[in-house]
């Protein structure tokens, strides 16, 4: 039995390199404490439980270190980096026609629920497809 831990090792390993995801590597820790538990009994139920508590215990472990790890933390691109921003309207603005407005050095077609004339200070709120959506500047 003590091959067939060792191959399920390799296996659970060769998996867990081929999907780099972190899926398998808790098996194989498991496995590979089971080939070593081979060494010191025969029995097939003790190696299965070694092979489940240090499955679940390298589980536990590892999992809060992984997560602060792989911490998908949202870096704003170039034009999120407008959103909340200060801009002025440079070409009037009204719910019915698109106009435009400079923000961060850039002008950027602009859209609102209201009417803004040029040189007005907006507030970007959000950005929807390539058009800034704005609204009126809070104190």
Do not use: H
Not at 17 to 36: M, P, Y
Not at 54 to 75: D, G, M, R, Y
């Amino acid at each position: 039995m003590a091959y067939g831990w060792f191959i399920a090792f390799l296996i659970l390993l060769f998996i867990e390199l081929a999907t780099v995801n972190l899926v398998s590597i808790w098996f194989a820790v498991g496995s590979l404490a089971a080939f070593i538990t081979t060494f010191f009994t025969d029995n097939i139920i003790i190696q299965v439980g070694v092979f489940i508590v240090v499955s679940i215990i390298s589980l536990i472990l590892t999992k809060p270190i992984i997560k602060k790890f792989k911490a998908n933390e949202v870096v704003p691109t170039n034009s999120d980096r407008v959103i909340g921003k200060r801009a002025e309207v440079v070409k009037k603005i009204t719910e019915d026609e698109y106009g435009e407005v400079r923000v961060l050095g850039n002008v950027w077609t602009a859209v609102a629920k209201e009417t803004f004339e040029v040189g007005q200070k907006v507030k970007v709120k959000a950005i929807d497809g390539v058009k800034l959506v704005v609204c009126k500047e809070e104190k």
